[in-house]
């Protein structure tokens, strides 16, 4: 079955505790990207990736890291999280053309920092 | 600069009504324009999207958008409400072919009353 998966779906954690959260597509798709929704805001775009080791920021890079060493998967790093990261982040994978493509979500992540 | 406002945070329906969601964008080129759905803990789901060949356009689920440049709008649009369509709904507009510049509104979440 075509999915993005991401790990873990909720995590609570402490301000400055150091964590990753995994995203992993199986589609083969070159386009990955990270989003974070905050209510009355929508999806605001943090990182994406155009191919393996290709990576630039979005609207809201702060505070967040990314690396794309393979295809299939792009985890979104926060090195020191901050309870203004408190969110809920979602992950995306697409082939590369808006016009032609279509963009597939993941389930999504609940972060909460304490 | 491209930007995409939705009128109305929140629309009640009853079942068996229109359904009406407003969205309104700036660009100042062609855009690509689309309409998600996101369903209680879930990811996005791609409703349809226009990318410059008809102006109306029918997507899944019954929902279709129209684009008024004249208007620099693309309502979304369901003759009848069903409660399955309870859910909030994402209009997003990128300026570019690109994954990476996509844009989202704020969302409207949308009741479906018996």
């Known amino acids: 079955e075509a999915q993005v998966t991401q790990n873990p779906r909720y995590l609570i954690t402490v301000t400055g505790k150091k964590l990753t959260v995994t995203c992993s597509q199986n589609?083969?798709?070159?386009?990955m990207s990270w989003y974070r929704q905050d209510p009355g805001l929508g999806l605001r775009q943090i990182y994406y990736s155009m191919n393996v080791e290709v990576t630039d920021k979005g609207d809201v890079p702060e505070g967040y890291k990314v690396s794309r060493k393979e295809k299939r998967n792009f985890p979104l790093i926060l090195e020191s999280p901050s309870p203004n990261q408190t969110s809920l982040y979602f992950c995306?994978?697409?082939?590369?053309?808006?016009?032609?493509?279509?963009?597939?979500f993941g389930p999504g992540t609940r972060l909460t920092v304490l | 600069a491209q930007s995409v406002t939705q009128l109305g945070s929140h629309v009640s329906v009853s079942e068996g009504a229109l359904v009406l969601l407003r969205c309104n964008y700036s660009?100042?080129?062609?855009?690509?324009l689309f309409w998600y759905v996101q369903y209680p803990n879930q990811g996005l789901q791609l409703l349809l999207k226009?990318?410059?060949?008809?102006?109306l356009v029918k997507g899944i689920n019954g929902f279709e958008a129209e684009f008024k440049k004249s208007e620099t709008s693309f309502h979304l649009t369901k003759p009848s409400a069903h409660m399955s369509d309870a859910a909030e709904y994402f209009c997003?507009?990128?300026?570019?072919?690109?994954?990476?510049?996509?844009?989202f509104g704020a969302g409207t979440q949308v009741v479906v009353t018996p």
């Open positions: 589609m083969n798709h070159e386009y």
């Open positions: 995306a994978s697409s082939l590369i053309a808006v016009s032609t493509d279509t963009q597939y």
């Open positions: 226009y990318t410059s060949a008809a102006t």
């Open positions: 997003a507009v990128s300026e570019s072919d690109s994954w990476g510049k996509l844009q």
């Open positions: 660009s100042s080129v062609p855009p690509y």
